[in-house]
């Protein structure tokens, strides 16, 4: 019994581990191995819900408090004013408190940091509830939103970095140079597009149209030159019978002297084109 007793009672510091956990984006829980991160994401937002309550509930007492001392001090004022004669004798209107009352709801509730924390916390509460219930628990929706942005700006100043230091080992950008496929040391190939620049478009597969005949370009290899780097598309001549799924237009440079062999792969170099 006792023995039993003290598992349980072992096994609560680990659950309310998980459900702190469960707070981070999803994507993250994996890095955690013990605490019990997805099975506790309902009971994280019941408590979430709990916490945004209780600021809701203190705040509000404490803001509708002092509006209802703010009310009653203005009507006995006004009371005052008029036994005095300081004011002309009109009705007191018992409303002023209970309109004051929603008052102070309405503007603790939407135009203060507490009011807003609470809603925000009940919100993304009920928000974690449906995902569970929809069997895609998620993380706290800011952590979530935040984790996400900074991913986005992460990998965008990655591939900024990769296409500055291509950039640089490329060169300045020239015009492209064709070879013939033997020259290049590719057999089978009618003839090799050379870019000093990637060509997006330009995928294996792809049909390239020109002047004279329609190309398919096979998978491209990067190798570099004693001036830079540089971006290698074999061609293959395909007649003008094909299906056209993907194809771009191209108008073919000078056919000129083979760079020599060229092959694929980090190390892959060539020699300078004459």
Known sequence: MMTGLATYLMRIPAAALGAAVSLL????????????VRAMVGVSAF????????????????????????????????????????????PLLMSGPQMYTVAALVGFTCFTPAGLLA?????????????????????????????ALGALLLARAR????????????????????????????PGVDFVIVASRRKPDWSAATIVIAADDWYRVA???????????????????????????????????????????????PGATGRAPK
């Open 25 to 36: 984006p999803s994507r993250h829980w994996d890095w955690f191995e013990r605490p019990p």
């Open 47 to 90: 408590a979430t819900a709990a916490l945004g309550g209780f600021v809701w509930v203190r705040g509000v007492y404490a803001y509708v408090h002092r509006a209802a001392d703010l009310s009653a001090a203005a009507m006995l004022d006004l009371a005052a004013r008029q036994l005095g004669g300081a004011a002309p004798p009109e």
């Open 119 to 147: 809603v925000y916390l009940v919100l993304s509460a009920v928000l974690r509830g449906v995902a569970v219930a929809a069997s895609d628990p998620m993380g706290d929706p800011a952590l979530t939103s935040l984790d």
């Open 159 to 186: 591939g900024t970095r990769a296409r500055r230091a291509r950039e640089r080992a490329e060169g300045p950008d020239v015009g492209d140079r064709r070879y013939s496929g033997a020259d290049a040391g590719l």
């Open 219 to 265: 998978e491209p290899f990067d190798t570099r030159f004693s001036f830079g780097m540089r971006t290698v598309y074999p061609l293959t001549r395909i007649g003008k019978t094909e299906v056209l799924r993907k194809a771009v237009r191209y108008d073919l440079p000078p056919l000129l002297r083979g760079p020599g062999r060229l092959s694929s792969g």
